[in-house]
């Protein structure tokens, strides 16, 4: 009689986990239906999200309540949907440059707003009430910074609560009671699945809520969303996820929640190759989310076995954007063997609408362990300085009658400017700009420099390292590359 009912419990598990898969094949097919077009990139502000959550507000299936504010005055915004007994909560941005999933709440609006998947959505909101708070740091998405306006770090606020943002998440919380807690970050580009090339375009954690690391229900039902998800996130993006260490931090609120009683789910969107602004992460975000929504209302997740969730590969951060292994590099007489990695870092402009890059060498030596979005062999490529332009070019529209190709592959890697506005940061040529007077510091490769060399077969010069962008020298080059530093 046993192994009959296991049968048949294996079989409703087949069963209703092939049910989710045709759910989420389908989210995933007309996503662009329900994408929020008004929010395309990563520098979203608070009075952006305003007129979007208007539209709520006259909505009668929705209900929003102002919960709190700001400490420079913003409002925090309740979004409620359901009828169930069971609340979910979720809330995204507690750190203010993490937008990707404040992005994909919005997209999750417009679906349930729609008319259509309607037994799906009978299904979640007759047995759910659902509460989103996006963006829970606007002071900080403002400025495009982690901190608040007061400068601490809001999960490192849930035992203090000195912060407006932190005090409202925990008032929230409690009010609602709520089974799951969905916490939504972003975090650093450069995490892998641990041992592999492939970005954690997704990691997950369901935090521990003690030192010991014990496991309870209300964490064990975490865990089991997130092999859930896990599994979707698997489809499509294979191999790009990984699970955050579980070590117990007695400030934060994921752990905190977790102890209070609420399934918490942390969910960081990471990184994935050519998605600047990750809205294909995005995408997976309002897939694997509602897909997770649809599992807590069907109740599904509870054949899930625990022991999955330590199959997921750990974190490990060992990407860069680009690295060059084996170049050869001639110092004092001798040549040596390196590989190089390099990092893009974005720089605000002054309105924090918008970025460009400042590139730093990151590591040298051995980075036989490390990987890159983008990886060079230069295996008899011989590292070589960049020279200075001997012409003086009067602006840098002028700078369209000279011919890139022919200048990199001439060695030349920066250009004196007559005139350089003072408001002008970037330009998009695969050079330097440099200023009149300014004097390039003598070539020497070590940690900390901005990646600017050229790479050298044969006597003749093929690739340029500009501002850690690998240019081909005898290609076009691309015209859009938030690019050249400019020195005055
Ligand atoms: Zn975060």
Same mark, same amino acid.
């Given at each position: 009689?046993?192994?009959?009912?296991?049968?048949?419990?294996?079989?409703?598990?087949?069963?209703?986990?092939?049910?989710?898969?045709?759910?989420?094949?389908?989210?995933?097919?007309?996503?662009?239906?329900?994408?929020?077009?008004?929010?395309?990139?990563?520098?979203?502000?608070?009075?952006?999200?305003?007129?979007?959550?208007?539209?709520?507000?006259?909505?009668?299936?929705?209900?929003?309540?102002?919960?709190?504010?700001?400490?420079?005055?913003?409002?925090?915004?309740?979004?409620?949907?359901?009828?169930?007994?069971?609340?979910?909560?979720?809330?995204?941005?507690?750190?203010?440059?993490?937008?990707?999933?404040?992005?994909?709440?919005?997209?999750?609006?417009?679906?349930?707003?729609?008319?259509?998947?309607?037994?799906?959505?009978?299904?979640?909101?007759?047995?759910?009430?659902?509460?989103?708070?996006?963006?829970?740091?606007?002071?900080?998405?403002?400025?495009?910074?982690?901190?608040?306006?007061?400068?601490?770090?809001?999960?490192?606020?849930?035992?203090?609560?000195?912060?407006?943002?932190?005090?409202?998440?925990?008032?929230?919380?409690?009010?609602?009671?709520?089974?799951?807690? #969905?916490?939504?970050?972003?975090?650093?580009?450069?995490?892998?699945?641990?041992?592999?090339?492939?970005?954690?375009?997704?990691?997950?954690?369901?935090?521990?809520?003690?030192?010991?690391?014990?496991?309870?229900?209300?964490?064990?039902?975490?865990?089991?969303?997130?092999?859930?998800?896990?599994?979707?996130?698997?489809?499509?993006?294979?191999?790009?996820?990984?699970?955050?260490?579980?070590?117990?931090?007695?400030?934060?609120?994921?752990?905190?929640?977790?102890?209070?009683?609420?399934?918490?789910?942390?969910?960081?969107?990471?990184?994935?190759?050519?998605?600047?602004?990750?809205?294909?992460?995005?995408?997976?975000?309002?897939?694997?989310?509602?897909?997770?929504?649809?599992?807590?209302?069907?109740?599904?997740?509870?054949?899930?076995?625990?022991?999955?969730?330590?199959?997921?590969?750990?974190?490990?951060?060992?990407?860069?954007?680009?690295?060059?292994?084996?170049?050869?590099?001639?110092?004092?007489?001798?040549?040596?063997?390196?590989?190089?990695?390099?990092?893009?870092?974005?720089?605000?402009?002054?309105?924090?609408?918008?970025?460009?890059?400042?590139?730093?060498?990151?590591?040298?030596?051995?980075?036989?362990?490390?990987?890159?979005?983008?990886?060079?062999?230069?295996?008899?490529?011989?590292?070589?300085?960049?020279?200075?332009?001997?012409?003086?070019?009067?602006?840098?529209?002028?700078?369209?009658?000279?011919?890139?190709?022919?200048?990199?592959?001439?060695?030349?890697?920066?250009?004196?400017?007559?005139?350089?506005?003072?408001?002008?940061?970037?330009?998009?040529?695969?050079?330097?700009?440099?200023?009149?007077?300014?004097?390039?510091?003598?070539?020497?490769?070590?940690?900390?420099?901005?990646?600017?060399?050229?790479?050298?077969?044969?006597?003749?010069?093929?690739?340029?390292?500009?501002?850690? #962008?690998?240019?081909?020298?005898?290609?076009? #080059?691309?015209?859009?590359?938030?690019?050249?530093?400019?020195?005055?």
């Amino acid at each position: 009689m046993k192994i009959k009912l296991g049968v048949l419990a294996l079989f409703f598990m087949l069963f209703s986990y092939g049910q989710n898969q045709t759910i989420t094949a389908s989210l995933y097919e007309t996503y662009d239906t329900y994408k929020e077009a008004a929010l395309d990139k990563r520098r979203i502000k608070h009075s952006e999200l305003q007129p979007l959550i208007n539209r709520y507000r006259e909505n009668p299936d929705f209900e929003v309540t102002k919960v709190g504010e700001s400490i420079e005055g913003r409002d925090l915004s309740l979004i409620s949907i359901g009828k169930g007994t069971t609340d979910v909560f979720l809330w995204s941005q507690m750190h203010g440059d993490e937008p990707t999933a404040t992005q994909a709440m919005f997209d999750i609006f417009n679906f349930l707003a729609s008319d259509d998947f309607k037994n799906e959505k009978n299904t979640i909101l007759d047995s759910l009430r659902l509460h989103f708070l996006p963006m829970l740091n606007p002071d900080g998405a403002e400025v495009f910074q982690r901190r608040n306006r007061l400068g601490i770090d809001v999960n490192r606020d849930a035992l203090r609560l000195q912060s407006p943002e932190g005090k409202t998440l925990k008032r929230v919380r409690d009010s609602l009671e709520a089974a799951f807690g #969905f916490n939504l970050h972003d975090q650093s580009t450069y995490y892998n699945a641990e041992r592999t090339e492939k970005p954690a375009t997704i990691s997950y954690l369901a935090p521990a809520y003690n030192y010991e690391k014990e496991i309870n229900k209300v964490r064990a039902n975490a865990m089991k969303v997130i092999v859930f998800m896990n599994n979707i996130i698997q489809k499509y993006a294979p191999g790009q996820v990984g699970r955050y260490n579980d070590d117990f931090e007695p400030r934060a609120f994921g752990d905190n929640i977790q102890k209070w009683g609420t399934s918490a789910i942390l969910i960081e969107s990471g990184g994935y190759p050519d998605d600047v602004e990750k809205q294909e992460i995005r995408k997976l975000n309002y897939v694997s989310i509602l897909s997770a929504i649809y599992t807590i209302a069907e109740e599904s997740y509870k054949d899930i076995p625990l022991t999955d969730y330590e199959k997921i590969p750990e974190n490990d951060r060992k990407l860069f954007d680009l690295k060059i292994e084996r170049a050869t590099y001639e110092l004092l007489g001798e040549s040596y063997m390196l590989d190089l990695g390099i990092n893009r870092l974005e720089v605000d402009k002054a309105d924090h609408n918008d970025f460009w890059y400042s590139s730093r060498i990151l590591d040298q030596g051995d980075l036989s362990t490390y990987y890159g979005y983008e990886t060079f062999n230069a295996s008899g490529y011989t590292i070589r300085p960049g020279k200075v332009y001997p012409q003086v070019v009067p602006s840098q529209s002028e700078l369209e009658n000279l011919a890139m190709d022919s200048l990199l592959q001439s060695g030349y890697t920066y250009v004196r400017l007559e005139n350089i506005p003072n408001e002008q940061l970037e330009s998009n040529y695969p050079v330097h700009l440099i200023g009149k007077k300014y004097k390039v510091p003598e070539f020497n490769l070590e940690i900390g420099i901005n990646p600017t060399f050229l790479l050298e077969k044969n006597g003749k010069i093929e690739y340029a390292v500009i501002n850690g #962008f690998l240019v081909n020298v005898e290609k076009p #080059f691309n015209a859009n590359l938030k690019n050249a530093m400019i020195y005055r």
